[in-house]
Nanobody, 130 residues
Framework: QIHLVESGGGLVQSGGSLRLSCAAS????????IGWFRQAPGKEREGVSC???????????YYVNSVKGRFTISRDNTRKTVYLQMDSLKPEDAAVYYC????????????????????WGQGTQVTVSS
């Protein structure tokens, strides 16, 4: 059974940084995608960033326009862990952040359609004070 566990959320001042982690377990495929979504109170869940992992053939990444240049997604393949480094945080970035997995996946993960993601983590809260 596939499990995703997020960590790294917390309270940070506007302009600060946080790094979220998503540890995946329970599968052995080399081709998959991990996405980060977020949901603020009263708003729809939106895709933030994703990474398509193709074994040792490299990966591709995607960012929603509002976080480009501020957030960086990366992976540690030996640990099946994906990170979301969030810099220059703004109050509007505050939300519950979820990681999700699309397994298997053989195409780039651009577009981040929620329906494509099969497994979800429990979420981690990010609060940004102004």
């Amino acid at each position: 059974q596939i499990h995703l566990v997020e960590s790294g959320g917390g309270l940070v001042q506007s302009g600060g940084s946080l790094r979220l982690s998503c540890a995946a377990s329970g599968f052995f495929l080399d081709d998959y995608a991990i996405g980060w979504f977020r949901q603020a109170p009263g708003k729809e869940r939106e895709g933030v960033s994703c990474i398509s992992i193709r074994g040792n053939r490299g990966n591709s990444t995607y960012y929603v326009n509002s976080v480009k240049g501020r957030f960086t997604i990366s992976r540690d393949n030996t640990r099946k862990t994906v990170y979301l480094q969030m810099d220059s945080l703004k109050p509007e970035d505050a939300a519950v952040y979820y990681c999700a997995a699309d397994i298997p996946r053989y195409l780039p993960c651009d577009g981040m359609r929620r329906s494509e993601y099969d497994v979800w983590g429990q979420g981690t809260q990010v609060t940004v004070s102004s």
